[in-house]
Structure formats: structure tokens, C-alpha cells
């Protein structure tokens, strides 16, 4: 017997229409490329993501076209988030780190018939463009008067243009929801890069789930400012689960520098705001010299890469806020975990709540995991024991755009190249990449540990821990240091301050001071091009 409840996808275009008919007056506001602060409001919002549809069938898009976007975060990337997905069509966010060819390749391999970039990026397009023959048309988000005319780039428009005299009211197709909504290409550290290809239901799922008061505890009394890039894994879905609550949007543009973003939270009355540990780290570095304090923000998402203990703490202590760790990747939409306490944890000493605050956190409802051995055995939940994380769920892939790679699950499980502890309670911690734990004498060095504990440390900046290869060891840790501006710390006395901090054998081997530690295009660490730069590094034990 089938229950005799209403029977409704779950539409991508449900939640823009729900903004527009509850939230209408609700604001979304951006810091442009042209520097000036737009304001518009979900109705708004919702008016020209309809422009946008029309504008797409005018072009005689097909379901599941897909139509690419370099984009800052901003209120004319919502509109396109909403009127391509919403009217069948797959929204293609590229990330304009990457270099000239990558981007091209991944337009070729997407198939792009649509292309729409923010004028920061014209240049780049104009790099690219000619080999990318499937792109019919090049849409450049501006006014049309200000869109130079010899720009070399065939079949382009601007934006305003093109969606300017469409029609505001739209036909949402009633899709499946299973239908590809969005595409996102993961970092492709080594390899070409795989598509992610969410859906329609992977996406709203998502949206609610991280809306939950223990994950992001997104609602109609927030203003969030979303740091984190509309171009890579859809900004974490705030634009769905902002939508879904009617909260505020603050977008950042371009300006990524801690002055602009303080004066942002300032001026909007940000209340939570999400984003990698990086651009905090800016952040605080504009706040703490100067002895600014926040006036309305609450809580603040980190994820990315680990944030972190010294961070966590200065927000916490310093300035009042929240944070909330929180782990994922593109192929999970990208969030897993949160960490969010439990009631049986909040009478437990400042020093111990810390100690959980400091891991990736519990599973989301959806999200299941679990550790293994490398014969695939299931590891207990004890908070010691460290292996291989895999997950599944109804917003992790099943498989990448165009089967790329073969079939990525084990009995069902997606393995996230990640490894971890789980205990008892249920909270994760990421050890390590797998390709970067440091292996010594047959025992695990978890080069995230090494690396927080030399963040610690006020002279230090930035720190990241690589093995080197050892002839008895097999490898032994070293950290590469970035000092802060005007600050100084020797190698003895970076070692010294590893004492009592950690095992002995888990101390590294030699401290390299350097200017600045290689960052990809996610704003992570790039151990890679680090361990290419040391190629001829020796151990001191070893010169
Ligand atoms: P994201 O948008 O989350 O950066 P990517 O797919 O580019 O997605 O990268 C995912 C990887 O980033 C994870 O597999 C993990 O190694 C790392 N990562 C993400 N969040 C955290 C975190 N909180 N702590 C440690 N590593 C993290």
C-alpha cells in the first residue's frame, strides 16, 4: 500500500519560487566588480532567473545543455544558479584559478554551449576561447555599455542584454527529479580533473540537511555571507539553503582582502559566514593589529582544509564567534560532517569541548561513514584507530560526468582518499590526505598534527608538513614555515617548541623557512608543487 501523500519532485526551481512568494522583500546584496555595493531582494532575484530561462530557450537550449559560468559571488551568479537549473538546463560553475588550459579542457569536456564570466575574466576568456568551439555563445555579465567592442571574442552580448526585454514570468518545467542540475569539476591535483554531476534531488536533500541547527543553522534571521566561491562546489549550497530559509545573501565580489570583508560584515550585519581557513586567516591578520571587534557576527563555518586550533581559538576568544568545523568535498556537494557538540558535552570543561570542536565532526543525516583497514576491514569507533574514510549517501557521487574513471564505489561506498578517526560519539577526524600522511617506521604521522602544532606558535603564519624520504624510516617529517610579517622564530626554537606537544618520533626533522607555501586554486595547500620545490632537499641526518 503507497501512502496518499502528494506526489512533487523536488525542483531546484521550487526554492526560488518559494523565496520570491514568502521571502520577496528578503535582501541580497553584492560588492560588484565595479566596486559599487547592488542591492536586490529574492523577488528580484527570482524576476530575472525567469529573464534568464527565456533567454536560454530563445537560444534553442536543450534539457541537460550545459552552460558554464566564471563567476565572483554575486547577485547575476544567483540568477543563473536559479534560471538555468531551474529550467532544465545544467549549470557548469568553472574555477577561474585554473590555469588557461585547464579551463578549456574542462569547457571542452563539459560540452559548454553557453559561457558567462564576470569582466575580471575577460582576459582569460579571451586565452581560451578559440578552443572552445562547442561555446554558440559568450555572455559577459555587465551593462551593455560597458562590454568594449573589440574584444576579438565572437558571439558575445552582455548580460543586461541579453536577458534585458524577457519576459519576467517563466514555465518552470516539471522535471524529474533525478535530472542533472549542476557540474562541478573537483581540483584534479593529479590527473584531469572529474566531473561531479548533481541532481535536482541531490541538491534540495543537501539544502535541508545543511540547513539542520546542528550543520549550518541557516534561517530567516540570518545574514549569510558566503566566501566560500560560487565556483566550486556551489558555495557550500548556501544559494539553496538560503533560498529554502529566505535569509539574507551578502556577497563578497572580488574583494577577498580581511579589510573589505570586515567592512562588509560591518555594514550588512553578517551573521554567519562561511568560508576557507585562508581567508580568515586575512581576515583576522586586518582585525587583530588594529583591535577591531564584530558587531553582529555569530558563527562563522570553516572547512575546506583543517582549521587550524589557534583559529578556532582567536574567534572564540577574542571576538565572540562560533566556529564550526566542517569537513566535505566536491563529490559530497559538498558537506559530511559538522561539528556541532552533543547535550551530554556542554558540562564538560572549556579544554575538552575544544578538543572535539577541533575535529571535523558528526555525520549529517544522510551522510553515513566509515573506516577501514587497507583489506578493507571495518575499523571500531574508538577515536584511535585511523584508516581509510568512506562514505555514501543521496548527495555523494555514484559515478563522474561521462563515467570518467570507471566506477569510483567499493560495495557501495565512495572512498575519500581521506583518512580518519571516528569515536565513540560519532566526531571524525581527518588524520591525513592518504598521499599525505608521512609513513615512518611503520607508523602513521598525521602531517595535519605536525602542521597545527607549529600554527600554534605567534611567529608563525603557515605551516605545512611534508615527508622526505628516509634510507632507515622510510620517510621523516619536515615542516615549511612562513613566518609572520615582523616576526621571528629560529629552527631550534620552532623544535624545542615541539616538546611536550607531541611523541618524540613524531617531532620533524628540520624546519624550512620559505616566503610563501605553494596554493592551488581551492585556496589549499599544494603539497605536490611543495615536495617538487624540495626535490633536492636532504635530511640534516643525512648531509
Ligand atoms: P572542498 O570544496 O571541500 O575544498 P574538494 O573536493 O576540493 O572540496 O576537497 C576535498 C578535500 O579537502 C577533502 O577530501 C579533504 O582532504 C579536504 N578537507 C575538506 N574539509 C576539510 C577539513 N575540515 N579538514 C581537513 N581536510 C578537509
Known amino acids: 500500500m503507497f501512502g496518499l501523500m502528494q ?19 528578503g535582501e541580497v546584496v553584492s560588492r560588484r566588480v565595479e566596486g559599487d555595493i547592488h542591492r536586490t531582494t529574492w523577488s528580484g532575484v527570482a524576476r530575472r532567473a525567469r529573464q534568464v530561462a527565456h533567454a536560454l530557450d530563445g537560444l534553442h537550449l536543450g534539457l541537460s545543455d550545459r552552460v558554464g559560468t566564471l563567476a565572483w559571488n554575486g547577485y547575476r551568479h544567483l540568477e543563473l544558479y536559479f534560471g538555468v537549473s531551474g529550467s532544465g538546463r545544467v549549470l557548469h560553475t568553472i574555477n577561474p584559478r585554473l590555469h588557461p588550459e585547464q579551463i578549456a579542457w574542462i569547457v571542452n569536456h563539459a560540452e559548454d554551449q553557453v559561457l558567462c564570466f564576470d569582466m575580471t575574466f575577460l582576459p582569460l576568456v579571451q586565452a581560451f576561447q578559440a578552443k572552445c568551439p562547442t561555446v554558440r555563445q559568450w555572455v559577459a555579465l555587465c551593462d551593455s555599455d560597458k562590454l568594449p567592442t573589440d574584444t576579438g571574442i565572437p558571439n558575445l552580448i552582455s548580460y543586461e542584454a541579453w536577458i534585458g526585454g524577457q519576459p519576467t514570468d517563466y514555465n518552470w518545467p516539471q522535471l524529474d527529479e533525478n535530472t542533472a542540475s549542476s557540474l562541478c569539476y573537483t581540483s584534479g591535483t593529479t590527473g584531469n580533473p572529474k566531473g561531479a554531476l548533481y541532481s535536482h534531488r541531490s541538491t534540495i536533500l543537501h539544502a535541508y540537511a545543511s540547513a539542520l541547527p546542528d550543520v549550518m543553522g541557516v534561517s530567516a534571521r540570518d545574514a549569510i555571507l558566503p566566501v566560500v566561491p560560487m565556483f566550486h562546489v556551489n558555495a557550500w549550497g548556501i544559494p539553496y539553503s538560503a533560498a529554502m530559509t529566505g535569509a539574507k545573501l551578502v556577497f563578497p565580489g572580488p574583494a577577498l582582502d580581511g579589510k573589505s570583508v570586515y567592512e562588509l560584515i560591518e555594514a550588512e550585519g553578517v551573521t554567519f559566514a562561511a568560508g576557507v581557513p585562508t581567508v580568515w586567516q586575512m581576515l583576522l591578520g586586518h582585525m587583530m593589529p588594529t583591535g577591531l571587534k564584530f558587531s553582529t557576527l555569530k558563527r562563522t563555518v570553516i572547512g575546506g582544509s583543517a582549521c587550524p586550533p589557534a583559529m578556532i581559538d582567536a574567534f572564540r576568544e ?100 581521506d583518512v580518519a578517526t571516528i569515536d565513540a560519539d560519532g566526531f571524525m577526524q581527518i588524520t591525513d590526505r592518504s598521499k599525505d600522511v608521512v609513513k615512518s617506521g611503520g607508523e602513521w604521522i ?75 586554486a581551492t585556496g589549499k595547500m599544494l603539497k605536490t608543487r611543495l615536495r617538487d620545490q624540495l626535490a633536492d632537499y636532504t635530511l640534516p641526518d643525512q648531509r
Not at 476 to 496: F, H, M, N, Q, Y
Open 318 to 417: 577574542d571576538y565572540g564567534v562560533d566556529v564550526l568545523h566542517a569537513w566535505g568535498m566536491t563529490e559530497l556537494s559538498p558537506l559530511g560532517t559538522l561539528c556541532t557538540l552533543k547535550n551530554k558535552h556542554l558540562k564538560l570543561p572549556a579544554a575538552e569541548q575544544m578538543r572535539l570542536r577541533l575535529k571535523q565532526g558528526r555525520c549529517i543525516y544522510g551522510i553515513d561513514m566509515k573506516i577501514v583497514d587497507p583489506n578493507g576491514q571495518e575499523l571500531p569507533h574508538d577515536g584511535k584507530s585511523a584508516g581509510d574514510l568512506l562514505v555514501k549517501g543521496p548527495w555523494v557521487v555514484a559515478s563522474y560526468f561521462k563515467h570518467e574513471g570507471g566506477d569510483p564505489l567499493v560495495d557501495g561506498w565512495f572512498p575519500t582518499g
Open 446 to 520: 598525521s602531517s595535519i598534527d605536525v602542521e597545527n602544532i607549529a600554527m600554534a606558535h605567534p611567529a608563525v603564519a603557515m605551516a605545512a608538513c611534508i615527508g622526505v624520504k628516509h634510507p632507515k624510516w622510510d620517510e621523516r617529517p619536515i615542516v615549511c614555515v612562513v613566518k609572520k610579517p615582523g616576526a621571528d622564530v629560529t629552527r631550534e626554537e620552532l623544535l624545542s617548541f615541539y616538546e611536550g606537544r607531541t611523541a618524540k618520533w613524531q617531532i620533524p626533522d628540520d624546519v624550512v623557512f620559505m616566503d610563501a607555501i605553494p596554493i592551488g
Open 7 to 25: 506526489q512533487q519532485s523536488l525542483l531546484i526551481s521550487s526554492l526560488i519560487e518559494f523565496a520570491d512568494r514568502h521571502h520577496g522583500d
